[in-house]
């Protein structure tokens, strides 16, 4: 059974950074994506951006482009997701989940394995 667990959410001033990490456990990375998603009371789930097995391609929100950062450490079975320039619309609850096998996408219905997600709110 594949276990996706975030951390690295809190409270952060407008500006400030903060870095998301998901760590995987029960199988390998094997060759699929990875990919984070938020989503903020009383909306829908959003894209904020994905990675390729090898790191070597990523994607990101318009919402989040030149600020938010995506790596992953697959020796660890890790992703990271480095937030700076903080903003107060950014806060939502963080989810990273397993995608595609060899290619991102920005669609939820194809992720699959998501962790319980971590909360980051930004205050103003």
């Known amino acids: 059974q594949v276990q996706l667990v975030e951390s690295g959410g809190g409270l952060v001033q407008t500006g400030g950074s903060r870095r998301l990490s998901c760590i995987v456990s029960?199988?390998?990375?094997?060759?699929?994506?990875m990919g984070w998603f938020r989503q903020a009371p009383g909306k829908q789930r959003e894209f904020v951006a994905a990675?390729?097995?090898?790191?070597?391609?990523?994607d990101y929100s318009d919402a989040v482009k030149g600020r938010f950062t995506i790596s992953r450490d697959n020796a660890k079975n890790t992703m990271y997701l480095q937030m700076n320039t903080l903003k107060p619309e950014d806060t939502a609850v963080y989810y990273c989940a397993i995608g595609p096998i060899n290619y991102v996408s920005a669609y939820v219905d194809h992720y699959k394995s998501w962790g319980q997600g971590t909360q980051v709110t930004v205050s103003s």
């Open positions: 029960g199988r390998t990375f094997g060759s699929n994506s």
């Open positions: 990675i390729t097995y090898s790191g070597a391609f990523t």
